[in-house]
């Protein structure tokens, strides 16, 4: 998907603020929508188009309006660990919505950025802090497996603030939950976007010593 119409929801977000310059420098035009008005001129030093908007109170047809003219949509929003009614509104209701209004608006492509253990079965204990969150996700990716968008879930393990490698391990080739740079996250959603492989696919991944084009191509993914 080269110099497409690239719209990213959660688009003040840290991995979204490294994702949006990489996504203008690579040619394609792009949206970044973020709640708060304030964060305008931040997200518009990235190169993106800043629309504000409150995808936690927006319906299917709301979304749909603001999803339509773009060839994929990037999920990077969430909660941000606030209370537990929140996190299932953004992470879980909001991200489902999302993907009804990605299709309603005639696009096909929609990439999830999740969490290295989203999985139905997380075993994340009920009374736990973490438990909504994970359920949350969990959920949501269920969903969007359902599908028939052109689909694809990204699984970052531990985020950190280090500098990029270019480099990561899938546990598609064995690699175990770690810690991975949130700008190497971003290079990821970034090369997902024009990989085909991808679609279709939950890619697990923390840093590792395989370049990110090599690891998500299809002779690692297969």
């Known amino acids: 998907m080269e110099n497409a119409r690239v719209l990213v929801v959660g688009g003040h977000g840290k991995v979204a603020l490294l994702l949006l310059p990489l996504l203008v420098e690579s040619g394609h035009q792009v949206g970044a929508v973020f709640r708060n008005p304030a964060h305008r001129d931040e997200v518009a030093e990235t190169g993106a188009d800043p ?19 773009h060839d994929a949509i990037v999920w990077s929003a969430g909660a941000g660990g606030g209370s537990p009614a929140r996190t299932y509104a953004v992470d879980r209701d909001a991200a489902i919505r999302s993907m009804e209004a990605t299709a309603r608006a005639g696009i096909r492509r929609f990439v999830m950025v999740s969490y ?34 052109d689909w694809t879930i990204l699984g970052p393990s531990r985020l950190t603030s280090d500098l990029p490698t270019g480099r990561i391990e899938t546990a598609n080739t064995g690699a175990t939950s770690g810690s991975v740079s949130r700008a190497d996250v971003a290079a990821v959603v970034a090369r997902t976007l024009v990989e085909p492989a991808t679609i279709g696919r939950t890619i697990r991944f923390n840093a590792g010593a395989t370049a990110i084009a090599d690891a998500l191509s299809e002779s690692d993914l297969a």
């Open 51 to 69: 629309l504000v908007a409150d995808v936690e109170k927006l319906g299917v047809e709301e979304l749909a309006e603001l999803f339509r003219g």
């Open 116 to 149: 290295f253990g989203s999985q139905i079965d997380h075993g994340i204990p009920e009374d736990s802090g973490f438990f909504p969150y994970a359920e949350a996700k969990a959920a949501a990716d269920a969903y969007l497996e359902r599908t028939e968008l």
